[in-house]
């Protein structure tokens, strides 16, 4: 049995913060990522952290505005929103990959990552 269970979206004004958490249970993971998808709009990848030496990557559009971390204790991660604009309303979806890869570049496609949540709505207004 394994799940992801993301939590912590809302509704912000503008220039707020919210912090996303997931949950994972079952197992433990290579890597867990942050994908949003917006409404007619496709998936899109947020930022990721290998679990073992804590390397992160972020999209640009969210380089200096959110970070991604992780606890172990919990089997948790995290994604601290700031600056927060209209632009990143969308659902936020937490995914998990379990076997190793090479290379930061294949973690940003969603075809890289085998389990997901259900996702969180994150609205932010203007």
């Known amino acids: 049995q394994v799940q992801l269970v993301e939590s912590g979206g809302g509704l912000v004004q503008a220039g707020g913060s919210l912090r996303l958490s997931c949950a994972a249970s079952?197992?433990?993971?290579?890597?867990m990522g942050w994908f949003r998808q917006a409404p007619a709009k496709e998936r899109e990848f947020v930022a990721a952290?290998?679990?073992?030496?804590?390397?992160?990557y972020y999209a640009d559009s969210v380089k200096g505005r959110f970070t991604i971390s992780k606890d172990n204790g919990k089997t948790t991660v995290y994604l601290q929103m700031n600056s927060l604009k209209p632009e990143d309303t969308a659902v936020y979806y937490c995914?998990?990959?379990?076997?190793?890869?090479?290379?930061?570049?294949?973690?940003?496609?969603?075809?890289?990552?085998?389990?997901w949540g259900q996702g969180t709505q994150v609205t932010v207004s203007s």
């Open positions: 952290i290998r679990w073992s030496c804590s390397s992160t």
């Open positions: 995914a998990g990959r379990e076997t190793i890869i090479s290379g930061f570049s294949y973690l940003q496609l969603a075809a890289a990552y085998t389990y």
């Open positions: 079952g197992r433990t993971f290579y890597a």
